[in-house]
Structure formats: structure tokens, C-alpha cells
């Protein structure tokens, strides 16, 4: 079992940058793949960025957003530039227990409670 705690969330103008950061519990953290997903108000929780040897972004936070991750304090980042009001979201963090990069939901194992971020115009 994994247990994992988002924090970073808040409030940001539009242009500015934000950074996430989730802490995961557990000895097998380096094993594991991590994601972040985002969800607005009435949409589908959807891809953000994952990580595990190599990384994968969703093509809207390419070239604006980072994740990476530092195993031995079992956290993963999201670093988020360039923000615009339509990032605003709940944004997850998740763990998948298998090495593969993975970008849907169902494919991840373990979900954090999220962390609030709005962007404002």
C-alpha cells in the first residue's frame, strides 16, 4: 500500500509559475511510476505528466510543465510555468506499480487527495 500527500496548491495570475510536490510512504518508491492528472469542475480527470525512467506529458503542459522526482526523499514534483486560467484544476498525484509509463487513470494504483490550483486572468 502506498499513501500519497499532495501539497503545493494555490492561488497564481495567469504567466506565473507554480510548484507541486507529493510525498509518498512506503520502501519500493523508486520502483514504482508516478503520474499527475488534473480535474476542472464537470471534466474527466485527465493526464498531466508521468515519470519513471523517461517522462510523458500531456501535449497541453508540454514545454511548460516539469515533473521529476528524487527517490530517496519519495517525492515527486510538478513544476508549472507559463500557467493560464485553463490549468485550473484539482491536480492528483498517483503511483503505478508497474515500470511502464502510463497516462490514463485506470492504469495507476494509488491516488493522493488532491491539491487545489487556480489560475486567474
Known amino acids: 500500500q502506498v499513501q500519497l500527500v499532495e501539497s503545493g496548491g494555490g492561488l497564481v495570475q495567469a504567466g506565473g509559475s507554480l510548484s507541486l510536490s507529493c510525498a509518498a510512504s512506503?520502501?519500493?518508491?523508486?520502483?514504482?511510476?508516478m503520474g499527475w492528472f488534473r480535474q476542472a469542475p464537470g471534466k474527466e480527470r485527465e493526464f498531466v505528466a508521468a515519470i519513471r525512467w523517461s517522462t510523458e506529458y500531456a501535449d497541453s503542459v508540454k514545454g511548460r510543465f516539469t515533473i521529476s522526482r528524487d527517490n530517496a526523499k519519495n517525492t515527486v514534483y510538478l513544476q508549472m510555468g507559463s500557467l493560464k486560467p485553463e490549468d485550473t484544476a484539482v491536480y492528483y498525484c498517483a503511483a503505478r506499480k508497474w515500470s511502464a509509463i502510463a497516462t490514463t487513470t485506470r492504469e495507476f494504483d494509488y491516488w493522493g487527495q488532491g491539491t487545489q490550483v487556480t489560475v486567474s486572468s
Open positions: 512506503g520502501r519500493t518508491f523508486s520502483t514504482y511510476t
